[in-house]
């Protein structure tokens, strides 16, 4: 083993994830035990008594998924410039949320995202189309997570995927069973402080190495600590043109299609029921707004941080294996190598790893996700870091999993069960229906983290687009256009998430053609991932359309507008 | 004194919304995709600065937004008798 090799005398990197993997699932559970809910306000919002700062810290575990911990900073290391899509696109849609939608959905103060539009637009049709969009949206977000998870567990601890998805299920399952909303929201505290010690040490020690600055963020625009003088930027794009990439800086992606792109990104992170719902559990309409600007903040510490790390690998990752013979490669090599993340081909037989552009020529083929789980052993960093990065990982994909499965379970039981099929039945069969259908939609997620169909991973990014495409306008009209009836936002919602399943389907699955289109059929050059902001666009022209040629919304909804404009006297969140 | 006039003070929050989504666009759309070129020629350090806004800008900008709206409208609750 490579840890006997190295670390003669310390603890091996598979016994400090053992260790503390196990520590932060005790405490998770711990706090499971701590925080049962016994009512479904409880469950469904925490009691509605979250402090600003804890719902922050709750929300931005809850949306820093094992795509945000694992993979993003890999993705951006591979595409450079256009990587910003992510960056903003994910951030971005908080300042939507803070200024657009979070106060009044709080003010309004009911429990889930369809209670909002069943009600704002007096009608079940609105309130089921809403139930089925959460529902297609949590489903596809939450199948990931449970990969995720599994994934996590066999890099680092040896055990076979479903065994993994497994041991995640049940943890998901001991706390958002028992505790609801109330045990998420505490264990995803705890989550958040795990993932971001996690994603910080490994980027500040490879920072001080690589630039002699500890902060990551001024790091990747300093210069080398090699007392060459140059640029890391700099150097990184020399690199990649040499090689026959484009520069680091440049990206490849046309203009109008990352602009199509970030705008899909926010539009549908402030469209995420998940998201939106933690909004309902903060006291006042000012805890809403303050909380949606801490959440922001702790995310942006990860998300300004990973394209450092991005930048930091990438440039190891060229000078460690460029040309070099492939019998000296490292220890991590060969191990990541054993697990199919890394395969080299030697094409032109002459003992060395040749790492180009061009695919004809190239030998080696990286895993994105590679560049973050990897990057501490890529540096020589201690055990315990290494281990760190895996407790991190389960932890992002646990909290963001944890949400997910809320909003499912809360769809099934409120807004299904009490709401449409069977409005008398009592609190608490209310909350045993919301805990079996939170065990049921644990799972239908694990069933697709074990069976994985071949378009989830291809399905994923494009939750955002159909969340873009079918709350988004809805709740915003909703708020700002008292006039809007339930003809324009049914109307809007059918019309803008059929569009975004189309476009998907022929554009991303290719099932409506012989062979997957190419990149040239794309409507005005907007890829799948992109295609979110027209679909959004349509169900505004849509809804505003039909609006106008159908009858005013009755007098006590405008009312109802007119009153959650108004920040006092939003009271506790109540089920009417 | 502080006045209830739900009318006033719903107008002074779309202007403040107003104000503070033309920044969110300009530091995101405009600085990071739209003239990312023309400020790459601009050199910060070692940060192009189109790609600087892109990779770092626009998300600290997009805090500063949030954190501001939230002071005015705190004082704004307060002006129209509104906070709690």
Redesign the interface.
């Known amino acids: 083993m490579m840890s006997n090799m190295i670390f003669l005398e310390a603890l091996d990197v598979q016994n400090w994830t053992y260790i503390l993997v196990g520590l932060t699932f005790a405490l998770y559970i711990g706090i499971a035990i701590w925080s049962r809910a016994a009512s479904t306000k409880e469950f469904y919002v925490a009691g509605g008594g979250v402090s600003p700062l804890a719902n922050g810290m709750a929300t931005a575990a809850d949306w820093m998924s094992a795509a945000s911990f694992i993979s993003m900073a890999g993705i951006i290391s591979f595409a450079g410039y256009d990587g910003a899509v992510y960056l903003m696109g994910w951030t971005g849609g908080y300042v939507l949320l803070a200024l657009l939608l979070a106060p009044y959905l709080r003010k309004f103060g009911k429990f889930t995202v369809p209670d909002f539009i069943g009600d704002r637009y007096y009608s079940k049709t609105a309130r089921l189309v809403a139930v089925f969009c959460a529902l297609l949206v949590s489903f596809t977000y939450v199948a990931g997570q449970m990969r995720g998870v599994g994934i996590v567990f066999s890099r680092f601890l040896e055990v076979n995927i479903n065994t993994g998805v497994i041991i995640g299920m049940i943890i998901v399952l001991f706390y958002a069973v028992l505790g609801g909303m109330k045990g998420i929201t505490y264990t995803q505290v705890a989550q958040y402080c795990v993932l971001i010690f996690a994603f910080m040490v490994p980027a500040i020690f490879i920072s001080i190495q690589m630039t002699g600055n500890p902060i990551p963020q001024f790091g990747f625009g300093s210069t080398l600590a090699d007392g060459s003088g140059t640029y890391l930027l700099d150097k990184l794009d020399g690199l990649s043109t040499e090689l026959g990439f484009n520069a680091y800086t440049n990206g490849s992606k046309a203009t109008i299609d990352v602009f199509a792109i970030t705008l899909a990104l926010m539009v549908g992170t402030a469209g995420l029921p998940h998201v939106i719902v933690r909004f309902f559990t903060v006291k006042r309409v000012k805890d809403a707004r303050k909380s949606a600007g801490l959440a922001l903040l702790l995310i942006v510490i990860l998300y300004t941080t990973a394209p450092a790390v991005s930048v930091f690998a990438r440039t190891n990752m060229i000078e460690t294996v460029s040309e070099k013979a492939y019998a000296d490669v490292p220890v991590w090599f060969k191990k990541w190598e054993s697990t199919g993340l890394i395969s080299f081909d030697d094409k032109n037989k002459d003992g060395k790893i040749t790492y180009v552009a061009n695919p004809e020529k190239n030998e080696l083929i990286v895993d994105r996700d590679i560049m973050v789980l990897a990057n501490p052993e890529i540096a020589r960093l201690p055990n315990w870091v290494i281990a760190l990065v895996a407790a991190g990982g389960l932890a992002a994909a646990l909290s963001t999993a944890a949400g997910l499965l809320l909003v499912i379970s809360s769809s099934v039981s409120h807004d299904l069960v009490k709401k449409i099929i069977n409005p008398d039945i009592s609190e608490q069969g209310e909350l045993i229906a919301a805990r079996l259908s939170a065990v049921g939609a644990v799972c239908v997620a694990g069933y697709f983290g074990i069976n994985p169909p071949g378009f989830v991973a291809a399905v994923v990014a494009l939750a955002f687009g159909l969340a873009a495409a079918s709350f988004f306008p809805a709740i915003i009209l909703g708020i700002f256009y008292k006039r809007m009836n339930k003809e324009g936002a049914v109307a809007g919602m059918i019309v803008g998430i059929t569009a975004m399943l189309l476009y998907m389907i022929k554009f991303k699955l290719g099932w409506f053609d012989e062979t997957l289109p190419d990149q040239s059929a794309w409507w005005f050059g907007i890829s799948p991932e992109g295609f979110g902001s027209i679909a959004m666009l349509l169900n505004f022209v849509v809804s505003v359309t039909v609006m106008r040629f159908t009858a005013k919304p009755p007098q006590d909804v405008q009312e109802l507008v007119e009153n959650i404009r108004i920040p006092s006297g939003a009271g506790e969140a109540t089920d009417h | 004194m502080t006045k209830k006039d ?1 009318k006033a ?2 107008k002074a ?1 779309i202007r403040y ?1 107003l104000i ?2 033309v920044i ?1 666009f300009s530091v ?2 405009g600085a ?3 003239f ?1 070129e023309e400020l ?1 020629s601009i050199k ?5 600065l189109g ?2 806004f ?3 800008g ?3 900008v ?2 500063i ?3 501001v ?2 002071r005015l ?2 004082k704004l ?1 307060k002006t129209y ?4």
């Not at chain 2, 910060?44 to 192009?48: A, S």
């Not at chain 2, 008798?81 to 709690?84: K, L, Q, V, W």
């Open positions: 739900p003070y719903w929050n919304v503070l989504l969110w995101s759309y990071g995709i739209i990312k790459d910060i350090g070692g940060f192009k790609f600087w892109a990779q770092q626009s998300m600290y997009f805090v937004l949030i954190f709206y939230v409208m705190n609750d008798g509104y906070d709690e």
